[in-house]
């Protein structure tokens, strides 16, 4: 695990040096602080309205930096060709994919850490009281997060960089329209084209299964099961993309 | 008869680069053995194969067909990965690093203890040259730095078997001069050491032997004084009292200066030459036959395979 500690090490250290983190980070957090102003020029209850812009930026800064991260550290690797010093080197494939995945998350992580507690900051300020369940939102996030980067990890190593940027932002898009993906199957004229759209339906995660920001916000209670079922959802799928995207990088020439 | 700490047996590969392009056959059945200790030249012109064979070895690609053993273990073994020290061709590296975390990346790679791989750095370090240098981000890195520190991450694992792909390519006299020295030291060292290069001199400099590859297969392997003492391919005379556009003998090259001339004629010819200038009563000065070099040698084989 030394080799896979070292590889998530460096990606992260990769990332906290390069300036385009900072700019999302930036572009998040002042999105966050500004829900104020939304609050302040829209009817309705003002803390409520901050929670709803501020889980929804950090739902899209945090997918955006999955998304544009995954294709600088990972496929940056290989095209550069610093991979080929790596695998060189007593390390498995399937060590530098993990490796790799788990320095993206914790990218993630920290960035989602940061603007949970600038959220909480600024909720704080503006209805004087902590709400501990925005830190259960960032969690939610965070775990639909980890099942993005398993798919830009995947794409990485599948396809160029653009265009696994591009899959990745097409599963976060239709991950999100899992329920209307659904309904098309029951109101579809043709048999095939059924059969199409829930083989998609089922290869793609359902992404709605993470938000949970209507009961946060609304501070409405989340049954328990909903949330293992969440948990369990997100490794699942973390698990078979992380596999599938070993088994193409395994027996892949590096050129 | 030495031990062998590297063997490559038929080896094979082709490339198939898309659906509307040609494959490429890189290597066609490449086969030779390095003996402990040995300092083995891997020379070909550019397109012989012998990056591709490296990143066999390496398993950076997979072969076709063929074996590989690295000190008597499948290459493919963590152990005998272990056992590597390997710089690719053009130092890749993170631009984001100094050197000094570039090593100590490299180190946790090689599952070296904290302790270990402190000392070990700074040894490295000193042996490259670049202790003085190695908190700089190698962003600010010239060629020649870099290729030193690259150097220093293959050698930080202390290998019994170092594999260098180009390794003076591209660097000024002194950084080539300071990478065969660091060869040499390794080789002294007990250090087996497998290198490719397309720069002649540095095979004859350095090499205990030399395998000559073009178009994927090793077309010859020995000594450098092995592979060049063959027939020697013209004879060069010196002499006064004929011209040499006067001579009928067919003629590589000719040269009148101060009323010396001097011809260069193929190793068939040379019987000719001696009866013309016999009947011209010429003065013969000298008459020597010019050795064969490795550059002739190399072009012999590329011209006979028409790569």
Known sequence: MRAV????????????????????????????????????????????????????????????????????????????????????????????????????????????????????????????????????AGAMTMLEMLVLAAFATLFAVLTRPILGSLMTLAVFVVGHMSADLWLLTQQLPGALTRAVIAVVYYLLPNLERFNFRTEVVHDLAIPGTAVGWAVFYAFAFVVVVLFLANLRFRGKDLK | ??????????????????????????????????????????????????????????????????????????????????????????????????????????????????????????????????SGRADRTMGT??????????????LLGEPELLILDEPMSGLDPVGRRDVRDIILTQAAAGVTVFFSTHIIPDVEMICDRVAIVVDGRVQAIGSVSELVSEEPTSYEATFFGAVPSDLRTPL?????????????????NRDSLIHELGDQEAKVISLDPVPTTLEDLLMRHYEKTGS
Not at chain 1, 26 to 44: D, E, I, P, Q, R
Not at chain 2, 254 to 265: C, D, E, K, N, T
């Open chain 2, 252 to 268: 590589e090259a000719h040269h009148l200066a101060g009323g010396a001339s001097w011809v260069r004629v193929a190793t068939e």
């Open chain 2, 141 to 154: 890195y010239s060629k020649g730095m870099l290729q030193r520190v690259a150097l220093g991450q293959a």
């Open chain 1, 5 to 136: 500690r070292a590889i998530a090490a460096n990606t992260f250290r990769e990332a906290i040096r390069d300036r385009i983190l900072y700019l999302f980070i930036g572009f998040a957090v002042v999105m966050v602080v500004s829900s104020k102003l939304f609050g302040m020029l829209t009817v309705g209850d003002e803390t409520k309205i901050i929670k709803d812009i501020g889980l929804a930026a950090m739902q899209f800064f945090s997918m955006l930096i999955a998304v544009l991260m995954s294709m600088i550290l990972i496929s940056r690797e290989v095209d550069s060709r610093t991979v080929f010093n790596i695998l060189a080197k007593p390390v498995r494939r399937w060590q530098f994919i993990l490796g790799k995945y788990l320095g993206l998350v914790s990218i993630v992580a920290a960035n989602l850490v940061l603007i949970t507690i600038v959220l909480m900051l600024t909720v704080l300020v503006v209805a004087g009281q902590l709400d501990l369940m925005l830190l259960f």
């Open chain 2, 1 to 130: 008869m030495a031990e062998i700490q590297l063997s490559v047996k038929d080896l094979q590969k082709t490339f198939h680069p898309g659906l509307f392009e040609d494959s490429i056959e890189v290597l066609r059945g490449l086969s030779f053995e390095v003996a402990r200790g040995e300092i083995f030249g891997f020379l070909g012109p550019n397109g012989a194969g012998k990056t591709t064979t490296i990143k066999a070895i390496t398993e950076i690609i997979y072969p076709d067909r063929g074996e590989i053993m690295v000190c008597g273990l499948p290459h493919t073994s963590l152990e005998a990965k272990r056992r590597i020290g390997f710089m690719s061709e053009s130092p890749y590296i993170y631009r984001h690093l100094t050197g000094r975390e570039y090593l100590r990346f490299s180190g946790e790679l090689l599952g070296l203890d904290r302790t270990v791989l402190a000392h070990r750095i700074t040894r490295v370090l000193d042996q490259v040259g670049m």
